[in-house]
Structure formats: structure tokens, C-alpha cells
């Protein structure tokens, strides 16, 4: 892993954006926060030509991203083996209505991470990558739960992909109309949308008595 | 586009899944409902064996996919070009909290299409290729909108992906720990999500008296 990184990711060719390039953003600041706040990650990876594109949880760990599933996962095998992978975090903040198709748009927040992974196969490191996912998804409840035991460890891979080429790309705000569509008798402005949690749904066979705990009744407030 | 279609897309060796394959779906209910659901698709392609994976938005015309972008996008350019793409769309129902993080998932559905696309070239079926995707996000859309120009028409891109290799993946429920787990005193159970809409936010140059549209207010209700 870097360490005393600078503050921006060195753009690369496959990085640097090619058109609207005021929404790019390269510095680990902007990416890390929409990393942390994203919950599930789209993978790419191709074979014989052909990408495929599955949604993975992951967490965060510094300067790199964890992935982890069966050891039976054909996916995992690829990355595992060196395939090169994109991993895409994106936040959809709002619908951007314009008074034309044309100009209307998206809110959003995503990052691209280009790369190839490695496996993690010491267990103790395991074992607390598997601690970061599960964190990241509800901080705070790798304490809660039961430990992992040695035959899950070893039913789990774990991927670490550095975090060494990335982009991020970023639109908030308004539409931007043409000027003459402005006096339009249409509304136009932005919907927000938002990723919110609903009321805790007990699982039928948990005994009476036990509460949500704090990482449920906290859940990323 | 194939048409008295079965109601099952057929599994090919890409789309069949290998393990856990009771979550796997191929049903055109099922798949045009999650895709119907969705805002946001991943779009993956792969160059120089390097695969790239962009959210984009996206809208379904009966047995196919429609995308669209700057006509100077070079990822519509690989991709009108005939490249092989697989587009998914993924909704995060619910974190999944076992007892042990090994059991411990997401509730989620997602489906995944490849196959290669076709760019759609004649200006008034690109015009109604923009109202499906304009209405996917925001039904009803389309006819609030000033009607597309030729020269806008001309500088977007639209490409079509037919639903033919596809397959959905689902999960639901509560979590399932192993018997051993149950007892434990840890909370376990589904913390529901959802994507909701928050108050239309109205851009500063609306003039006075233009009320959010029936496309805002009734925002998927």
C-alpha cells in the first residue's frame, strides 16, 4: 500500500475524462467519501471478450478496496488470478429536470477503480477485511456479531484492490437551460433522491427479548 | 425484436448460474419488472481487455434495452461499434444481519444483460427512443418537455440492446443462521431500504407561478 500519499490520484489515460471534464475529480478526498458512503459496488471483469458486471459489497480499508464471496465464485477465481477488473461505486442524488430532454441529466456521484486484485489468504488478515465489509455496511457491527470461524474463513475469499488509478466524476446542481427555453411554461429543477433505511424487520426466530442493537437502531446517522 | 416470446429468457452456458442457483431467475416478469424499477444501469465494456464499468441511465421498450449519450462519448462509440456490453441493474432491498457475518447478506435483485448493441440512427426513432428513457425516469415526462430539435437529436447517440441473454438474481427474507447461532443474544433480522424522493427542488431561473409538474409530484406513486 502508498503511504504519506499525496492528496489526488494521478490521472492515466484510461482515467482522464475525454469530454465534460469539470465534473472529474481525482483527489482521495472527493473518492473516499463516495466510497464510504456507497453500499454495494458494481465489478466488471471480461472473459473471452465478454464483461460481466455484478454488484459486490465491499468496504474500504485506506488506500484499498475489499471484496469478498465464495470461494466457489467463478468471478472471484478470475479476479483472483489477476483478471483486470473496474470496480464502480455511483451515488444517484437526483433526477435533473430540464425543460428539454436534452438538457436534463443526473445528480450523481460515482467512482471507477481500475486495477487488478489480490487474494488475501492469511486468515487473522481475513478475518478482519471481512470485519471491515461488514462495517461498512452497518458501522460498528463486526463487534456485534458472532467471530468467523476457521471453516468459514476458509469458505470465504477475500480481494484487496489497490487504490492507485482512479477517477471520480461528480454533477450537482440545477438544469442548465438554454436561454431561450427559460420562459418555458415547464417546471424544471432537481428531484433529490435518497438511499434511507426503514424499520427493522426481526428475524421470526429471534428470541423474545432481544433488542435492535446500536449498529440497526444507528444505522449510519 | 423477437416477438410471441416465451415467457422465460433461455439460460445460455454465460447466464446460468453455478452456485446458490435457487436465487436465480429468468422469467420476463421478473426481469422487466426489476428493470422497470431501476434508474441507474452499469454499463460494462471491455478495451484492450480492460473492462470499464459507467452508470448510465436507461429505459426499457418492450424486448429491449435503450441507452443514450453524446454522440462524442467513446463509450457509445465502442459500443455502437458492436463491442460486447453487459448492462445491469441492481436494487439494494435490504441489508441481511445474521448472527455471524458468514451468514450475514443483502436482499437484492438484479439482472444482467449481454449481448452486443445497435445503434438506432433515424431521427424520429431516436426522438422516441429519448421520450421511453425520459418516461423510465420520470413517467410522464416526456410530454412536459420541449420536444427535441434536430441538432440535438444529432449530437445524442442512441444505441438499443435486445433482452435475449439475460438473467435476474434475487434474494429475500430474513437471514438463515445455522441452528447453533440462534440462540445467541445478538439481534438479527433485514434492515429494509429504499431509494425515496425528497422536495422537488426548483431551478433559481423558474419563473414565478410555474408549479412542479404532474412528472415531479407523482414521482413513481
Not at 52 to 78: F, I, K, N, Q, T
Not at 111 to 137: F, N, Q, S, W, Y
Not at 176 to 202: F, H, M, Y
Request: aromatic share 4%; charged share 25%.
Amino acid at each position: 500500500m502508498p503511504e504519506a500519499a499525496p492528496d489526488v490520484y494521478p490521472p492515466t489515460d484510461r482515467t482522464t475524462a475525454q469530454r465534460v471534464k469539470h465534473r472529474a475529480a481525482y483527489d482521495r478526498e472527493t473518492v473516499h467519501r463516495i466510497l464510504d458512503d456507497g453500499l454495494v459496488c458494481h465489478v466488471g471483469v471480461a472473459v473471452d471478450g465478454q464483461p460481466y458486471v455484478l454488484p459486490m459489497a465491499y468496504g474500504r480499508d485506506g488506500e484499498r478496496l475489499l471484496l469478498h464471496g465464495s470461494a466457489a465464485s467463478r468471478l472471484l477465481d478470475a479476479l483472483a488470478g489477476g483478471a483486470p477488473v473496474c470496480v464502480t461505486v455511483t451515488h444517484l442524488d437526483g433526477l435533473v429536470l430540464a425543460r428539454s430532454g436534452f438538457s436534463s441529466s443526473m445528480n450523481y456521484r460515482s467512482v471507477m477503480v481500475l486495477g487488478r486484485a489480490r487474494e488475501v489468504t492469511d486468515p487473522e488478515e481475513k478475518a478482519r477485511a471481512l470485519d471491515v465489509i461488514a462495517d461498512h455496511l452497518a458501522p460498528g457491527r463486526s463487534s456485534e456479531q458472532r467471530p468467523a470461524e476457521p471453516k468459514e474463513l476458509a469458505a470465504t475469499r477475500v480481494l484487496e484492490l489497490a487504490l492507485e488509478e482512479v477517477s471520480a466524476k461528480v454533477r450537482t446542481g440545477p438544469p442548465q437551460d438554454l436561454a431561450k427555453d427559460v420562459e418555458l411554461p415547464i417546471w424544471a429543477g432537481v428531484l433529490p433522491l435518497a438511499t434511507v433505511a426503514q424499520e427493522p424487520e426481526p428475524a421470526p426466530d429471534l428470541p423474545d427479548g432481544v433488542e435492535p442493537s446500536q449498529a440497526v437502531r444507528h444505522w449510519r446517522r
